[in-house]
């Protein structure tokens, strides 16, 4: 099965763009290789501390033994959210082991919590905003709000039954609002990170039209008047050789062998110009899907594959869409993207298998070539109940 064309045209796909710094293997993104970037968590973080400031000063006066666990709980407290902060982007994008690291971070917060209630009193219970704020910033939707009703129920509850503590009528309601406001905050953040990868994405396919509009143009020019001196060096090579001119023929076959080298150079640097960019081919993706009347669920950004497998990703998806449209007779489709794997399923029956269950097309096999080349694995097959599974798994 062959590569995927857009509708209706033959234009050569767009070429890929260039990694830039910020996209090579190994490096870090730029945001995180400047000062500023390593230090953002304590600059962003720290200010907030201030507050713990009541819970301190309430320790201070009690004996040096329960002083000093209460303030070495404090400090580890306070470490703890900031780092939590800096684990909240991580989070956000869905990075392998970031939510586990939160949860681990938040259950340790509530643990020195405890630690500091001897010492604190019921001025303790102000470490609950910082807890559910990153909680907030961190957590799926359902689950900070779970966290955050409990967290304001147990403000209420907590100095009420501790024998001692004094209960702050409103300071449930400043959990609230406190862990709203970190909402709102995320959402903005949320939704300028998601207008930095959009613009990136479209400059990356601008790039790659006009890379892909110069393939073209290359194509058309050089190899139609290539193509003709190549006709004619042969056709004068054959007069020469009726006429007996054996040196002219032979300065005329130099002349044909250059250009057939030089109309070969061409052409396999159109094909270079030609290849394939991950976001490009989810935007052909979903023309396609849509064009054919299959409702397309597709990721609308890429960050969260490595620069190293994104053009491998972008063959699967080509060749797992092309599937889809030609063979499939799905209703929906649905790509996946992640670190370490690329999925398309749809709800269809997917291509024709041979005698041996191997799944036929030129297609497939030139996608399984490509996988093995990289050292990556396959897998073409039913999906889970009904409809048909292309997966490329990447080695860690």
């Known amino acids: 099965m062959g590569t995927v064309d857009a509708p ?3 234009a050569p796909q767009p070429s890929p763009v260039a990694p830039s710094a910020r996209e ?4 870090r993104r730029a945001v995180d290789t400047g000062p500023i970037g390593r230090w953002r968590p304590l ?3 720290s200010p907030w501390l201030i507050y713990l400031l009541y819970p301190v000063a309430a320790i201070w006066d009690r004996p040096a033994g329960v002083r000093w666990l209460g303030l070495g709980a404090l400090l580890l407290f306070a470490a703890c959210f900031v780092l939590g902060i800096a684990t909240v982007g991580p989070a956000r994008r869905g990075q392998p082991g970031a939510l586990r690291r939160v949860v681990v971070v938040l259950a340790a917060m509530l643990l020195l919590l405890s630690l500091a209630a001897p010492a604190a009193g019921d001025n303790v219970v102000a470490g609950l905003i910082y807890v559910g704020v990153l909680a907030t910033m961190t957590l799926p939707t359902r689950a900070a709000v779970a966290v955050v009703t409990l967290l304001a129920v147990s403000a209420e509850v907590v100095p009420r039954v501790v024998p001692g503590w004094q209960a702050d009528n409103f300071f449930a309601f400043q959990v609230l609002v406190s862990c709203f406001a970190a909402w709102g905050i995320t959402q903005v953040i949320s939704r300028n990170a998601e207008l930095v990868q959009a613009r990136e994405q479209i400059q990356r396919l601008a790039v790659a039209e006009e890379r892909g509009r110069m393939a073209r143009d290359l194509h058309d020019i050089l190899g139609h008047s290539l193509t003709v001196i190549t006709i004619k060096a042969e056709l004068a090579g054959r007069m020469a050789q009726a006429e007996g001119a054996e040196r002219a023929g032979a300065e005329i076959a ?10 070969a150079d061409v052409r396999s640097t159109i094909g270079g110009m030609r290849g394939v960019t991950l976001a490009s081919e ?8 849509e064009a054919a009347g299959i409702r397309a669920d597709l990721p609308s950004a890429v960050e969260a594959v490595p620069s190293r497998w994104r053009e491998l990703y972008a063959w699967a998806v080509r060749e797992g869409v092309t599937n889809v449209v030609r063979h ?11 670190p370490r794997a690329v999925e398309i399923e749809d709800d269809g029956c997917g291509p024709s298998a041979d005698a041996s269950g191997r799944r036929q097309g030129h297609g497939l096999d030139g996608l399984r070539e490509r996988v093995a080349r990289e050292g990556a694995r396959l897998v073409v097959g039913p999906a889970a109940g009904h409809g048909f599974l292309l997966r490329v798994e990447v080695p860690a």
């Open 282 to 289: 989810l935007a052909g993706a979903r023309t396609a899907l």
């Open 254 to 263: 130099d002349v044909e062998r250059l250009a057939r080298e030089a109309l």
């Open 8 to 10: 209706g045209t033959s």
């Open 328 to 338: 499939s007779g799905a209703t929906s489709c649905v790509v996946r993207l992640g």
């Open 24 to 27: 090579r293997p190994g490096d």
């Open 43 to 45: 600059l962003f973080g």
